[in-house]
């Protein structure tokens, strides 16, 4: 008898639906990931950028400790990290000795 023609797009269109619905959540996924790799390296750079200026006010001649860990927990908070633990090795800087190592 008389057959229907019907455009390409129209046998396509459930095809599409399903593959959208298929790949959409995996898309998703991917990009909240990405944003929380991205949140993590962030503080984990100001971890690090914590750190160095504890340093920078370790290396002064008069420094106390106190002054120490203000420092890097006030640079934690301008990154939005509260409630860090900050711990030093030897505990206190009245123990190191000149030249020593402090962590």
């Known amino acids: 008898m008389f057959a229907i023609h019907r455009r390409p797009s129209e046998k396509r269109r459930g095809a599409a639906a399903v593959e959208f619905a298929v790949i959409a959540p995996l898309m998703m996924m991917f990009t909240f990931g990405l944003v929380e790799i991205g949140r993590i390296m962030l503080v984990k750079q100001s971890a690090i ?20 860990l203000d420092r890097v927990n006030n640079e934690l908070a301008l990154m939005g990290v509260e409630g860090a633990v900050v711990e030093m090795e030897p505990s206190s800087l009245d123990f190191a000795k000149p030249s020593s190592l402090v962590t």
Do not use: K, W
């Open 49 to 68: 950028h914590a750190t160095r200026e504890g340093a920078r006010v370790a290396v002064r001649p008069n420094a106390q400790d106190q002054e120490i």
